[in-house]
């Protein structure tokens, strides 16, 4: 076969990657939606089914349950039946437990549902930045990633919003049901999806793959560079669980990526993504003024994740990470105080708004992103998927035992204690990080990795 009869136009194979991109950015967003749907409806839940605070928690905590397996699964299944068929799988599913969630008939089969949703955001959460790291041709690769966080900030948006609009009417059915509509048009997205031509390589479908570079690169001097540097990129073949059990330097870097996620998960963030509500409830605010905040919220989490990207290579990691942990910390402590004092007055009220979202900034210009993006550098490259995939089984489980527990610990110590638990939390990352973070700004891989396996502390492999 020509390669050149076959390649096409630039700007033709441009608009594939782009349109690729998007797509799979898009599982992104079915992340968000995922996280945000929920936060809105679960006091109508309450009333409808007369159901507990702790049932509420099962509810709202099924789903990462399911995420957790679905990510576990994910590493195996995107080997097996490809990016591309793991990606179709996801948004099936995620159809399904929309639509069953709308359709629930109890508290049980609410629960059930969102094990259901929790299995295909985690099959999607691993595969897509897998997929979008092996299309995004190299120079836009960094910033492919970065969407990838900005679309799950703006799937919690749409859905903070979707939520706000229909609770005039309370109809919780819809809030839960209405994310199968952006599900099914997904899913007709991946359906016209290539596959991966590193996992067409992977498979020994050497045709195929070329076919598929050729429509993404469109230039046969890039394709014939990118198939042969795949090539031998593949010699090196992905053994985690051995390498996890013979070579302490990779346990390190496998626990960092387990630690960066537990110090993501432990900020407290998903109490507001989930709790939000509550929390404004708490400070005395009617149900339409909480759904209103809760929208702001879910807009402050947009926007300060432009902070994170415009920092992110200049700023380095580590004093990214320092600012977001400090300005979480003050913003949950003061949040804390005020309801230790009571919120009296309109002024007080405004205020503790105000120190909410000043978390939210400290979490979105910080761990929100910079964590993925570190859990992905520090691994070595025969291990990565091994690595990649137990941090964020662990982004999961994190999740879960925050969403599981924060009504209980309201319920248990107080308000204010539960906030100035995660306030000094995030004053402990503060200290884990300079301990144990390395910085990465600015270095290749491939150093990162010798300096790991050349048993270099944790803390120095950056350098
Ligand atoms: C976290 C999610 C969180 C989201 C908020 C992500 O990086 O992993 O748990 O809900 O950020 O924007």
Same mark, same amino acid.
């Given at each position: *076969?020509?390669?050149?009869?076959?390649?096409?136009?630039?700007?033709?194979?441009?608009?594939? @990657?782009?349109?690729?991109?998007?797509?799979?950015?898009?599982?992104?967003?079915?992340?968000?939606?995922?996280?945000?749907?929920?936060?809105?409806?679960?006091?109508?839940?309450?009333?409808?089914?007369?159901?507990?605070?702790?049932?509420?928690?099962?509810?709202?905590?099924?789903? *990462?349950?399911?995420?957790?397996?679905?990510?576990?699964?994910?590493?195996?299944?995107?080997?097996?039946?490809?990016?591309?068929?793991?990606?179709?799988?996801?948004?099936?599913?995620?159809?399904?437990?929309?639509?069953?969630?709308?359709?629930?008939?109890?508290?049980?089969?609410?629960?059930?549902?969102?094990?259901?949703?929790?299995?295909?955001?985690?099959?999607?959460?691993?595969?897509?930045?897998?997929?979008?790291?092996?299309?995004? +041709?190299?120079?836009?690769?960094?910033?492919?990633?970065?969407?990838?966080?900005?679309?799950?900030?703006?799937?919690?948006?749409?859905?903070?919003?979707?939520?706000?609009?229909?609770?005039?009417?309370?109809?919780?059915?819809?809030?839960? %049901?209405?994310?199968?509509?952006?599900?099914?048009?997904?899913?007709?997205?991946?359906?016209?999806? +290539?596959?991966?031509?590193?996992?067409?390589?992977?498979?020994?479908?050497?045709?195929?793959?070329?076919?598929?570079?050729?429509?993404?690169?469109?230039?046969?001097?890039?394709?014939?560079?990118?198939?042969?540097?795949?090539?031998?990129?593949?010699?090196?073949?992905?053994?985690?669980?051995?390498?996890?059990?013979?070579?302490?330097?990779?346990?390190?870097?496998?626990?960092?990526?387990?630690?960066?996620?537990?110090?993501?998960?432990?900020?407290? *963030?998903?109490?507001?993504?989930?709790?939000?509500?509550?929390?404004?409830?708490?400070?005395?605010?009617?149900?339409?003024?909480?759904?209103?905040?809760?929208?702001?919220?879910?807009?402050?989490?947009?926007?300060?994740?432009?902070?994170?990207?415009? $920092?992110?290579?200049?700023?380095?990691?580590?004093?990214?990470?320092?600012?977001?942990?400090?300005?979480?910390?003050?913003?949950? %402590?003061? @949040?804390?105080?005020?309801?230790?004092?009571?919120?009296?007055?309109?002024?007080?009220?405004?205020?503790? @708004?105000?120190?909410?979202?000043?978390?939210?900034? %400290?979490?979105?210009?910080?761990?929100?992103?910079?964590?993925?993006?570190?859990?992905?550098?520090?691994?070595?490259?025969?291990?990565?998927?091994?690595?990649?995939?137990?941090?964020?089984?662990?982004?999961?489980?994190?999740?879960?035992?925050?969403?599981?527990?924060?009504?209980? $610990?309201?319920?248990?110590?107080?308000?204010?204690?539960?906030?100035?638990?995660?306030?000094?939390?995030?004053?402990?990352?503060?200290?884990?990080?300079?301990?144990?973070?390395?910085?990465?700004?600015?270095?290749?891989?491939?150093?990162?990795?010798?300096?790991?396996?050349?048993?270099?502390?944790?803390?120095?492999?950056?350098?």
């Amino acid at each position: *076969m020509n390669a050149n009869a076959i390649a096409p136009s630039t700007a033709q194979s441009k608009a594939t @990657v782009i349109f690729t991109c998007v797509l799979a950015a898009l599982a992104g967003l079915m992340f968000g939606l995922d996280i945000g749907v929920i936060s809105g409806a679960t006091q109508f839940i309450q009333d409808e089914f007369k159901a507990s605070d702790h049932t509420i928690e099962w509810i709202v905590s099924a789903m *990462m349950f399911g995420a957790a397996v679905g990510a576990v699964g994910a590493g195996w299944l995107s080997a097996a039946l490809g990016r591309k068929r793991s990606l179709i799988l996801g948004a099936v599913l995620f159809v399904l437990g929309s639509l069953l969630s709308g359709l629930a008939w109890s508290p049980e089969t609410l629960v059930a549902a969102r094990v259901v949703l929790g299995l295909a955001i985690g099959l999607a959460t691993f595969t897509a930045p897998l997929y979008l790291a092996e299309v995004a +041709p190299e120079h836009i690769r960094g910033a492919m990633i970065s969407t990838y966080q900005l679309m799950i900030t703006i799937g919690i948006l749409v859905a903070f919003l979707s939520d706000t609009a229909l609770s005039y009417s309370g109809n919780w059915r819809w809030m839960l %049901g209405i994310i199968a509509i952006p599900g099914a048009l997904f899913l007709l997205g991946v359906l016209l999806l +290539p596959d991966s031509p590193r996992w067409l390589l992977m498979r020994g479908r050497r045709e195929e793959a070329l076919g598929v570079l050729h429509r993404l690169r469109g230039d046969a001097a890039v394709v014939a560079r990118e198939a042969a540097d795949i090539e031998e990129q593949l010699k090196t073949p992905q053994r985690g669980w051995h390498l996890f059990r013979e070579n302490r330097n990779f346990r390190r870097s496998v626990g960092l990526g387990v630690l960066l996620q537990l110090m993501q998960q432990f900020t407290g *963030m998903n109490v507001v993504m989930y709790y939000a509500p509550r929390i404004f409830q708490a400070m005395g605010y009617d149900t339409t003024t909480q759904m209103w905040f809760t929208a702001l919220v879910g807009l402050t989490n947009v926007l300060a994740t432009f902070i994170a990207i415009a $920092l992110i290579d200049r700023w380095g990691r580590k004093p990214i990470l320092y600012t977001g942990f400090a300005v979480m910390a003050v913003g949950l %402590g003061v @949040v804390g105080t005020m309801m230790h004092g009571g919120i009296h007055d309109h002024g007080a009220q405004i205020f503790t @708004v105000a120190m909410l979202l000043v978390f939210i900034v %400290g979490f979105a210009m910080s761990a929100g992103p910079l964590v993925w993006t570190l859990c992905s550098e520090i691994q070595p490259l025969k291990g990565r998927d091994f690595g990649i995939g137990c941090s964020t089984f662990t982004n999961w489980i994190g999740n879960l035992v925050v969403g599981f527990t924060f009504l209980s $610990l309201l319920n248990g110590i107080g308000n204010a204690a539960t906030f100035w638990l995660y306030a000094a939390l995030n004053v402990v990352f503060i200290a884990l990080t300079f301990w144990l973070v390395p910085e990465t700004k600015g270095v290749t891989l491939e150093q990162i990795e010798r300096n790991l396996m050349g048993g270099k502390r944790l803390r120095e492999i950056g350098r």
